[in-house]
């Protein structure tokens, strides 16, 4: 009575699923209702695995000549896999490589497979609306002798007791975030203060208007009541206060002009020399630093970590193992699970999640998508959150049938694979044949000191800024030269105008005068 219920359920869901999808149904000659009970098309492979271990058949040809069941993971809207219905043949990147892989076992799957629903097929999960993805694959993998997709291998999956031979896509778990930053050089003034912050610049004029004011006080401490000890007239100008700013200025830049004679001043211009050794030699690193470096984007979060730390919102594929293994590893995280595949990034547009975590092999596809990366925004941010490959899988059985030898010789084929580039070859021809436009790759110099030139798009503003200086400087010479001239005039007329004001000469004052200079005169000689 089960049995014949089954067949009942069978019936309805294939004529369910013919009628909502197409001829593709009629054609699979092994497909089942998902989740059917104890229904298997898997081959008995025990006889072959008891000739390999008697060493009547080589490894490498104990699948030659079988009829292997497959269950193909049909994702609609994605050509990974495609069928023509009036030909009957499939195609698709995963189909190159299962058909190469099955000439090179030897064995067929054209006659004997079924197709494995995702969850966004209606009522692929009646039979189980609460089910997962593991929970559908978990089925798969009883039901035929394997499923062919890009199944990531998971620890709850192996705890399934599900066999991951080599796979061929990296499935390796990756953040993606959107770039915003214009990469085109604009010319910017003060570009070569950037490796100081601000208040770094404030506290070196504060220093070094401080240090001129100070040796001032220094030498005028060491000086007061000592008449005989006073400076010569060359270092006079040592002792003006605005001389010994700009002095302590030039030190700054690694000029010392300073000509320290006492105990006091020797330490001060010591310690004057010593700061502006670490000043200058922090600025020269940062500023090549700075300057050398592209506009790097900014990004909410670089690593599961830090999103994780700063509650910035990650985007996935609902029930897609990468959502499984962030819920699994950061319990804490903000996590957005979206529906589809391509959900996630349209809720990233929407500044619903501040990253996307995605497999490395599915971003290669989004990125050429003209529709959700057109303004190439999209880039891979720090390092993958876990490594990973994705391929078929199969149970683990080495007593019922056998079917652990599935596994063991598709691991082998599938390295070989990777070996000779075929699977290279094959996803990069898909890659072009899906690419709806290319975005710009950074131009990277062969000459590694051309790399490294500064443009005066970098440097012209410390050229700008010194050629203001000099005009600054001529504006204040010509208005001292002005204020002097004038300052020279009105003592000139005021002298005039004392002189003019003094006693005539009458002959008494005169001749006092030349009285007096008489007696200096004679008394000194001169006479």
Same mark, same amino acid.
């Given at each position: 009575?089960?049995?014949?219920?089954?067949?009942?359920?069978?019936?309805?869901?294939?004529?369910? #699923?013919?009628?909502?999808?197409?001829?593709?149904?009629?054609?699979?000659?092994?497909?089942?209702?998902?989740?059917?009970?104890?229904?298997?098309? !898997?081959?008995?492979?025990?006889?072959?695995?008891?000739?390999?271990?008697?060493?009547?058949?080589?490894?490498?040809?104990?699948?030659?000549?079988?009829?292997?069941?497959?269950?193909?993971?049909?994702?609609?809207?994605?050509?990974?896999?495609?069928?023509?219905?009036?030909?009957?043949?499939?195609?698709?990147?995963?189909?190159?490589?299962?058909?190469?892989?099955?000439?090179?076992?030897?064995?067929?799957?054209?006659?004997?497979?079924?197709?494995?629903?995702?969850?966004?097929?209606?009522?692929?999960?009646?039979?189980?609306?609460? #089910?997962?993805?593991?929970?559908?694959?978990?089925? #798969?993998?009883?039901?035929?002798?394997?499923?062919?997709?890009?199944?990531?291998?998971?620890?709850?999956?192996?705890?399934?007791?599900?066999?991951?031979?080599?796979?061929?896509?990296?499935?390796?778990?990756?953040?993606?975030?959107?770039?915003?930053?214009?990469?085109?050089?604009?010319?910017?003034?003060?570009?070569?203060?950037?490796? &100081?912050?601000?208040?770094?610049?404030?506290?070196?004029?504060?220093?070094?208007?401080?240090?001129?004011? +100070?040796?001032?006080?220094?030498?005028?401490?060491?000086?007061?009541?000592?008449?005989?000890?006073?400076?010569?007239?060359?270092?006079?100008?040592?002792?003006?206060?605005?001389?010994?700013?700009?002095?302590?200025?030039?030190?700054?830049?690694?000029?010392?002009?300073?000509?320290?004679?006492?105990?006091?001043?020797?330490?001060?211009?010591?310690?004057?020399?010593?700061?502006?050794?670490?000043?200058?030699?922090?600025?020269?690193?940062?500023?090549?630093?700075?300057?050398?470096?592209?506009?790097?984007?900014?990004?909410?979060?670089?690593?599961?970590?830090? #999103?994780?730390?700063?509650?910035?919102?990650?985007?996935?594929?609902?029930? &897609?193992?990468?959502?499984?293994?962030?819920?699994?590893?950061?319990?804490?995280?903000?996590?957005?699970?979206?529906?589809?595949?391509?959900?996630?990034?349209?809720?990233?547009? +929407?500044?619903?999640?501040?990253?996307?975590?995605?497999?490395?092999?599915? &971003?290669?596809?989004?990125?050429?998508?003209?529709?959700?990366?057109?303004?190439?925004?999209?880039?891979?941010?720090?390092?993958?959150?876990?490594?990973?490959?994705?391929?078929?899988?199969?149970?683990?059985?080495?007593?019922?049938?056998?079917?652990?030898?599935?596994?063991?010789?598709?691991?082998?084929?599938?390295?070989?694979?990777?070996?000779?580039?075929?699977?290279?070859?094959?996803?990069?021809?898909?890659?072009?044949?899906?690419?709806?436009?290319?975005?710009?790759?950074?131009?990277?110099?062969?000459?590694?000191?051309?790399?490294? !030139?500064?443009?005066?798009?970098?440097?012209?503003?410390?050229?700008?800024?010194?050629?203001?200086?000099?005009?600054?400087?001529?504006?204040?010479?010509?208005?001292?030269?002005?204020?002097?001239?004038?300052?020279?005039?009105?003592?000139?007329?005021?002298?005039?105008?004392?002189?003019?004001?003094?006693?005539?000469?009458?002959?008494?004052?005169?001749?006092?005068?030349?009285?007096?200079?008489?007696?200096?005169?004679?008394?000194?000689?001169?006479?």
């Amino acid at each position: 009575m089960t049995f014949s219920l089954s067949m009942v359920i069978l019936v309805l869901f294939s004529f369910v #699923a013919v009628a909502s999808g197409g001829s593709i149904y009629d054609d699979a000659a092994y497909q089942t209702v998902q989740f059917t009970p104890n229904v298997t098309h !898997r081959s008995n492979l025990c006889d072959r695995q008891n000739l390999l271990r008697s060493g009547d058949i080589d490894f490498l040809d104990v699948l030659r000549g079988l009829n292997l069941s497959v269950g193909l993971l049909y994702l609609p809207g994605l050509d990974y896999v495609t069928y023509d219905e009036e030909a009957g043949t499939f195609s698709g990147y995963w189909i190159e490589i299962l058909d190469e892989l099955a000439d090179r076992v030897g064995f067929s799957w054209q006659e004997s497979w079924g197709l494995i629903l995702s969850p966004s097929v209606e009522g692929a999960f009646r039979l189980n609306p609460n #089910a997962t993805f593991d929970d559908l694959l978990s089925w #798969a993998a009883y039901a035929y002798d394997f499923s062919f997709a890009e199944w990531d291998r998971t620890i709850e999956r192996m705890q399934l007791g599900l066999d991951f031979p080599a796979g061929f896509s990296d499935s390796s778990t990756i953040l993606i975030g959107r770039n915003t930053n214009d990469d085109e050089p604009s010319f910017r003034v003060f570009s070569f203060m950037q490796p &100081f912050d601000w208040t770094v610049w404030v506290s070196i004029l504060a220093t070094t208007i401080f240090t001129g004011l +100070a040796y001032k006080l220094v030498s005028k401490t060491y000086y007061i009541g000592q008449t005989t000890m006073q400076p010569q007239d060359e270092n006079v100008s040592e002792h003006v206060a605005g001389v010994n700013i700009y002095y302590a200025a030039l030190t700054a830049t690694g000029h010392n002009e300073f000509s320290p004679v006492t105990l006091g001043e020797r330490i001060l211009v010591l310690s004057l020399c010593f700061w502006s050794l670490v000043i200058a030699a922090t600025y020269t690193a940062n500023l090549a630093s700075v300057m050398i470096s592209k506009n790097q984007p900014i990004y909410l979060a670089t690593s599961i970590t830090e #999103a994780q730390s700063k509650g910035v919102s990650i985007c996935a594929s609902k029930g &897609f193992s990468a959502a499984v293994k962030l819920r699994r590893k950061y319990p804490n995280l903000k996590l957005v699970e979206s529906d589809g595949l391509n959900g996630k990034y349209e809720d990233l547009l +929407a500044n619903k999640c501040g990253l996307v975590a995605e497999s490395a092999s599915q &971003f290669e596809l989004i990125k050429l998508n003209s529709t959700l990366n057109g303004d190439c925004s999209l880039e891979w941010v720090g390092r993958a959150v876990d490594i990973g490959s994705a391929g078929p899988v199969n149970i683990v059985d080495a007593g019922s049938y056998c079917t652990s030898l599935v596994g063991h010789v598709f691991e082998y084929y599938l390295k070989e694979m990777e070996r000779d580039g075929f699977i290279e070859k094959t996803i990069q021809s898909y890659v072009n044949s899906i690419t709806t436009h290319t975005c710009p790759e950074e131009e990277v110099s062969s000459d590694v000191e051309e790399s490294f !030139r500064l443009s005066m798009v970098d440097m012209g503003g410390v050229f700008l800024c010194h050629g203001v200086a000099c005009v600054l400087g001529l504006l204040v010479s010509f208005m001292q030269r002005y204020w002097n001239s004038k300052t020279d005039s009105g003592t000139m007329h005021q002298n005039e105008t004392s002189a003019a004001q003094s006693p005539k000469d009458d002959g008494t004052e005169s001749g006092n005068g030349d009285g007096i200079l008489s007696a200096v005169k004679i008394g000194s000689g001169e006479y």
